[in-house]
């Protein structure tokens, strides 16, 4: 019997209860509907003259990786999305940009940094638990969108992926309606969580499956520049946050281009696991090269695995492979014997940059 398969010792290794926020990504979605109304009243808050050319999300680490679904999403549809994880804001913003400062705490010193930095003329809320930024939200009348409190913020993309969403189309950045894909993504979810939780054993549990096949190794997502872009960007985050394990995200046709010559340096490829994700809508010169680099790699990597999803919803294959991610991650961890929710790194980084007092 796999390691993984006892409920009990899975308990002890959990006390911050990540693998129940895991399986709340579901949830989360299935109330995303019920957003809407409040959306709509910041959105009308704004006043704006016109509808915005593109939304500009400002955020970091778990905070902002619902931008980066929203963008790769909405592509397709017309919509324009663009992240910034950094310090102040690009010089390129303008009245047509709808900036929204997305949190988790409140607290997080980058974005802090952005919302102090926006001129009054460009449109602006933001997205929150509270902290900081809702404070100062609330002195300068921006609108704000509140967040449940109590998570991890890299638990809580549901939250803040359908927010997102509806920002968009309130904006009239996403002419359609999300609701619909983000229901079919809800009930893709509900399905999948029983397939991935600690109750499916090991032999039937794809999740369980990938934690032990990465055991000791470096993982190495690789995925197209398109959808699932996003979605090794959060399999790299959920590893080292999650499993406390270093990995690396790649895309292509970039890869091609640098990286893929880089896993014969320093005996390093005997510890590397590659994972690419292959959409089915991939252009097939993306799919030709997915392919090419599973054979090409694979003789000098410790192995290759080849993740595809399923869900006919373009919105629900991201979160598949998502909550696939996420669950690895927390099996990782518990074969590592750490508990995957602290990250006591980042808080000590944090609390030395805030200095002394």
């Known amino acids: 019997m796999s390691r993984l398969d006892s409920p009990d010792r899975l308990r002890d290794l959990d006390p911050g209860g990540m693998l129940r926020q895991v399986a709340d990504l579901a949830t989360q979605l299935a109330h995303a509907g019920t957003r809407m109304p409040q959306v709509r009243v910041a959105i009308e808050a704004l006043d704006l003259q016109r509808p915005p050319t593109e939304l500009l999300v400002c955020g970091m680490g778990g905070s902002a990786i619902g931008g980066d679904y929203a963008a790769a999403w909405g592509a397709s549809r017309g919509a324009r999305v663009q992240v910034h994880r950094n310090y102040g804001l690009p010089g390129w913003v303008s009245a ?119 055991a000791d190794k470096v993982i190495w997502i690789c995925t197209g520049s398109g959808l ?75 192995g290759v695995e080849w993740l595809e999803p399923e869900a006919p919803d373009d919105l629900a294959r991201m979160l598949e492979i998502t909550m696939l991610a996420d669950y690895t991650s927390v099996y990782l961890a518990f074969l590592r014997q750490v508990d995957p929710s602290p990250v006591e790194r980042i808080q000590e980084l944090k609390a030395r940059l805030r200095g002394p007092g």
């Not at 991890?152 to 549901?158: E, F, I, T």
């Open 96 to 214: 047509q940009t709808l900036v929204l400062f997305c949190s988790y705490s409140g607290d997080t010193e980058e974005t802090l940094s952005a919302f102090a930095a926006v001129p009054a003329h460009v449109p602006h809320l933001c997205l929150t638990s509270g902290g900081e930024l809702a404070r100062r939200a609330a002195a300068a009348g921006v609108p704000v969108l509140s967040l449940a409190a109590g998570l991890q913020p890299r638990a809580a993309l549901g939250h803040t992926l359908g927010a997102i969403l509806w920002v968009l189309h309130c904006a009239k950045l996403l002419p359609a309606s999300p609701q619909p894909a983000i229901e079919a993504a809800a009930r893709q979810l509900e399905q999948l969580a029983s397939q991935l939780g600690p109750e499916t054993p090991a032999v039937q549990n794809r999740a369980k499956q990938l934690a032990a096949m990465a």
């Open 228 to 302: 699932l872009e996003p979605v090794g960007r959060r399999w790299k985050a959920q590893l080292n946050e999650n499993a406390k394990v270093m990995a690396l995200a790649s895309a292509l046709p970039e890869m091609h281009h640098n990286e893929i010559m880089g896993p014969d340096a320093y005996a390093l490829g005997g510890k590397v696991q590659l994972l690419l994700l292959a959409d089915p809508q991939d252009p097939a010169p993306i799919r030709r090269r997915l392919q090419a680099t599973a054979d090409l790699l694979r003789p000098v990597l410790a």
